[in-house]
């Protein structure tokens, strides 16, 4: 595998379910991110990670849940999940927080 | 506040043609400025960046931008455009804390 990976790349759950989101880098990276992408949206970065450690947080419902367990590895716990977090969630990593970050495929999430 | 305007929804080129998207941003500092591309169920590529120095920067794929501060743009051009072109396109400001905030992006269709 090369870049940043994701899984699952689709997802449909029910509002009462718990699920999770997983994302890969194999670019070394030690920083990473979860975006969230809307229909006709700018990109919403959620969440931040650098070294490990959380350093931002946009505001986002404690129903997303963070995990970053190595600098290669970052989940997105969800549950009780509302339909308008219906979006394409995409995590993307960087070296040292630079601007330069490298996006995976995404995972389209449709909340029913 | 940073913030960009990307004002073209959508864009219908032919084959070959050239192709110019607008971004325009705002930000109270010296901006650092990013094209990235996404094809269908793809992430996001990033294609070229602007830090400082030449205002006229090369990317990958044939794709150029320049970058005017008096106008606060930073439009994308390609010469002659191809049907592998076919995509979205965003275009971002770093800002803050080594974060990107991302326009609502233009969706270039190619016609033969």
């Known amino acids: 595998e090369t870049g940043v990976t994701q899984t699952p790349r689709h997802l449909v759950m029910g509002m009462t379910n718990k699920k999770s989101l997983k994302c890969e880098q194999h670019l070394g990276h030690n920083a990473m991110y979860w975006y969230k992408q809307s229909a006709k949206k700018p990109l919403e970065l959620m969440f931040v990670y650098s070294l490990e450690e959380r350093v931002e947080n946009n505001s986002v419902p404690s129903r997303f849940s963070p995990e970053c367990p190595n600098s290669s590895h970052l989940f997105l716990h969800l549950h009780t999940l509302q339909p308008e977090d219906s979006a394409l969630y995409l995590c993307?990593?960087?070296?040292?927080?630079?601007?330069?970050?490298?996006f995976g495929p995404g995972t389209r999430l449709t909340v029913t | 506040a940073q913030s960009v305007t990307q004002p073209d929804i959508h864009i219908t080129v032919s084959e070959g043609a050239s192709l110019e998207l607008r971004c325009n941003y705002s930000?109270?500092?010296?901006?650092?400025l990013f094209w990235y591309v996404q094809s269908p169920g793809q992430g996001l590529q990033l294609l070229l960046k602007y830090f400082s120095g030449d205002t006229l920067v090369q990317g990958i794929k044939g794709f150029e931008a320049e970058f005017k501060r008096s106008q606060s743009s930073f439009n994308l051009r390609k010469p002659s455009v191809h049907w592998s072109d076919a995509a979205e396109y965003f275009c971002?400001?770093?800002?803050?804390?080594?974060?990107?905030?991302f326009g609502t992006g233009t969706r270039l269709t190619v016609i033969p």
């Open positions: 930000y109270g500092a010296t901006p650092y």
């Open positions: 971002a400001v770093g800002a803050g804390a080594n974060n990107l905030f």
């Open positions: 993307a990593s960087s070296q040292d927080r630079s601007y330069e970050q490298y």
